[in-house]
């Protein structure tokens, strides 16, 4: 007796999204599962940022279906999307640099007790949750303005995390990083897939995506243009695909076989 195999945690099929007579999206396909981290890249108008924000309920497809474990589910709003299971996290972040780290985790979203905020409780569980990401974050009382790139970053990350999601979304989370600090939100990024996160990792950086992506999907265009296992793939093949380097007369003509022999 065989099993069927088991769906994907997040399953996008036949998605389009049209502004105007600008085709944003056309027909995308993507899967991610759980445990895994799965890279989008393309070049600028590929569709990287309208997918995500189909993905978040800012925009709603079109057409097509997004199914969770097999179960198609209609995501019409920011908080149908967040009630889902997926968490966002924008390249702009969207911290308030006058609040300290635990105020930017809750906000919105403050623990009370008889109507009063608890500190106390909102500071312990945001040591548990910084400390399950092994963020390096010196006090959890330091206003988020005097934080490093890196630590800004994890602070975003680890706020998208309560409320408990199983997909995060990361937009360009490295971007405008230095070295180390890049190093740091890469293995923040491992430590999510090692915990069981379906991770969507949107990123212009090639060594990035290599370094801890498991698939990379290529949009180009609005479409799919190819869907990678870094293992089995080199950085020119991705970039290839990006530029549409093998659509050309030569490929085309040589696809055509015999019908253009004379």
Sequence with gaps: MTTSPTPPLLAMKGISKRFGAVQALKDIELTVSAGEVVAVVGDNGAGKSTLVKVLAGVH???SGTVSLDGSPVRIGSPTDSRDLGIATVYQDLALCDNLDVVANLWLGREITALGVIDEVLMEKESWSLLRELSAKIPSIRTAVASLSGGQRQTVAIARSLIGEPRIVILDEPTAALGVA????VLNLIERLRDKGYGVLLI????ADVLAVADRVVVLRLGRNNGDFRVADVTSEDII???TG???NAVTRRAGRGSKDTL
Excluded at 203 to 206: L, P, Q, R
């Design 203 to 206: 990123s212009h950086n090639m």
């Design 245 to 247: 380097a093998t659509d």
């Design 181 to 184: 600090q890049t190093a740091e």
């Design 240 to 242: 290839a695909a990006i």
């Design 60 to 62: 709603h497809a079109d």
